[in-house]
T-cell receptor
Framework: GAVVSQHPSRVICKSGTSVKIECRSL??????MFWYRQFPKQSLMLMAT?????????EQGVEKDKFLINHASLTLSTLTVTSAHPEDSSFYIC????????????FGPGTRLTVL | AQSVTQPDIHITVSEGASLELRCNYS??????LFWYVQSPGQGLQLLLK??????LVQGIKGFEAEFKRSQSSFNLRKPSVHWSDAAEYFC?????????????FGTGTSLTVIP
């Protein structure tokens, strides 16, 4: 299989706090994971590419100090939204590339972040 | 540059009717094409994919899609829609980058199914 999980599925936090979202590949090792953001009624926007053991590559316009990405192992990538503000409220989806499945990504179920 | 266009923002069909969702892409090489479905508040589920070979691709839930290189299209079809098919549908193009594969998503088509 190729299962990707995210935790938590839903989080509500106060403005100014930091929130960590985990993305795990459950039955395969993923050297590369991706983080997307989705606004209501809109498509997915790639935020960054997370490579195991190295720094993430951020898309243009995405603040790397705001959205900290760590890919410390072959099955786990984390996205930390630092000093969250209401405008950071969104649906965050991760995906992982499985070795041998070239040009295909396997998506997690998403995390709904609400910043009050 | 590559882009994916889904011309129809919203489509309404009657249950049991046929469905076609349009997808056009702009890409300089052989594309890797995908259709995903997303229910409200949920992640993406892969319906089908095209990498090479037969241009008519069968997917899950009775969906199929046809790759037409001459039209740069990869339209999704289903002969008889069920109420449970109501969801958001995304077409995507994948390509290999130096950092691995990346996806370019269309803006999505929202499907409403009426009884």
């Amino acid at each position: 299989g190729a299962v990707v999980s995210q935790h938590p599925s839903r989080v509500i936090c106060k403005s100014g706090t930091s929130v960590k979202i985990e993305c795990r590949s459950l039955d395969f090792q993923a050297t590369t994971m991706f983080w997307y953001r989705q606004f209501p009624k809109q498509s997915l926007m790639l935020m960054a590419t997370s490579n195991e053991g190295s720094k993430a590559t951020y898309e243009q316009g995405v603040e790397k100090d705001k959205f900290l990405i760590n890919h410390a192992s072959l099955t786990l990538s984390t996205l930390t939204v630092t000093s969250a503000h209401p405008e950071d409220s969104s649906f965050y989806i991760c995906s992982a590339k499985k070795p041998g499945f070239y040009n295909e990504q396997f998506f997690g179920p998403g995390t709904r972040l609400t910043v009050l | 540059a590559q882009s994916v266009t889904q011309p129809d923002i919203h489509i309404t069909v009657s249950e049991g009717a046929s469905l076609e969702l349009r997808c056009n892409y702009s890409y300089g090489a052989t594309p890797y094409l995908f259709w995903y479905v997303q229910s409200p508040g949920q992640g993406l589920q892969l319906l089908l994919k095209y990498f090479s070979g037969d241009t008519l691709v069968q997917g899950i839930k009775g969906f199929e899609a046809e790759f037409k290189r001459s039209q740069s299209s990869f339209n999704l079809r289903k002969p008889s829609v069920h109420w449970s098919d109501a969801a958001e549908y995304f077409c995507a193009v994948g390509r290999v980058e130096s950092t691995g594969n990346q996806f370019y998503f269309g803006t999505g088509t929202s499907l409403t199914v009426i009884p």
